[in-house]
């Protein structure tokens, strides 16, 4: 594993910033964010019909142009993204960049974040992979020119604009994100968390967590109903990004849910399933992880709902699921969650200002998490024998529940 190195800063010294240790996309979360299963994430994006594209020397790039047919996907676009062949979106702090790359290199540069790459610092940087090492992304946003003084200088007319503007009486337009609705998902499915007798609880642990799969996979449909915007998409769409998240989904949910059991998980029945349970039902390991790396993070830095739900939000609103067809839509609200969140962890933590970084650190562990999890068909014994794809489907085409 390579040592860690902070990204450089403005100055030319190191970074303040928090490290991130970024595995192989899975995404626990993930997703969150960075949030990214056996070997694949269910996060990770799709490839483009046409192949892999051609990677250019970095210097190169920025002037490549590349013509296709007119009915080719990409017969708009002049560019390519310089860091990982996407369609660019336009110049981007000197380079050619998609929205994504340029969203990655904004965030990382006006948080000061910094990253550690688990490999040798030469992991592949494409469409298909850009999520899975931030360390080595970064570096390639650099080596092909993007500026981090452009980042702050866009920062300062952002400033200076919004200064010299007079501020409305009208009330304003709503925000594109509103808190308030992530809020009232989580909330709401919580609320119809059950409660299981004595007898129920005593039941070999296994069993009783099938039992739980129907009101788990319920449960993730009706919150996911309720975050906005999720219902203006394509059903084909929604079907695409649930079938990728569900399981980094249901994780950090009942692990949140979990904070105030010890050496537990509550599950969406309300049943309580303890560490020694876990090791006798052969899930020990990967249930040591949740209880380490997520319940006790989330009990440690007092994670609130809001927060909790915008987490499942960037996992949710993940642009490089397979057989997604509206990525841009995608990815701009992944990044509208992006900003809610960071604008409400300034807001309501003042004395916290790496909470938003410390936050998105919980995306890496809950992507490799939810690897595991299928890897040891640990969801195979939470779900039962319920077909996933059948399930959702016919929840998505439902009413919303009241």
Known sequence: MATQERAPGLNGGTSNGVSSSLPPQPSFLLSGYGAPSASRSPLDGRQLNNGPPATPQPQQQQQATTRYPPNHPLSGSKHLCSICGDRASGKHYGVYSCEGCKGFFKRTVRKDLSYACREERSCIIDKRQRNRCQYCRYQKCLACGMKREAVQEERQRTKDRADSEVESTSGGAPPEMPLERILEAELRVESQTGTLSESAQQQDPVSSICQAADRQLHQLVQWAKHIPHFEELPLEDRMVLLKAGWNELLIAAF?????????????????VVQRHSAHGAGVGAIFDRVLTELVAKMREMKMDRTELGCLRAVVLFNPEAK????????????????????????QQYPDQPGRF??????????????????EHLFFFKLIGDTPIDNFLLSMLEAPSDP
Do not use: F
């Open 323 to 346: 057989g997604l067809r509206s990525t841009a839509q995608v990815e701009a609200l992944r990044e509208k969650v992006y900003a809610a969140l960071e604008e409400h962890c300034r």
């Open 255 to 271: 692990s949140h849910r979990s904070v105030d059991v010890r050496d537990g998980i509550v599950l969406a029945t309300g049943l």
């Open 357 to 374: 970084a410390k936050l998105l650190l919980r995306l890496p562990a809950l992507r490799s998490i939810g690897l595991k999890c299928l």
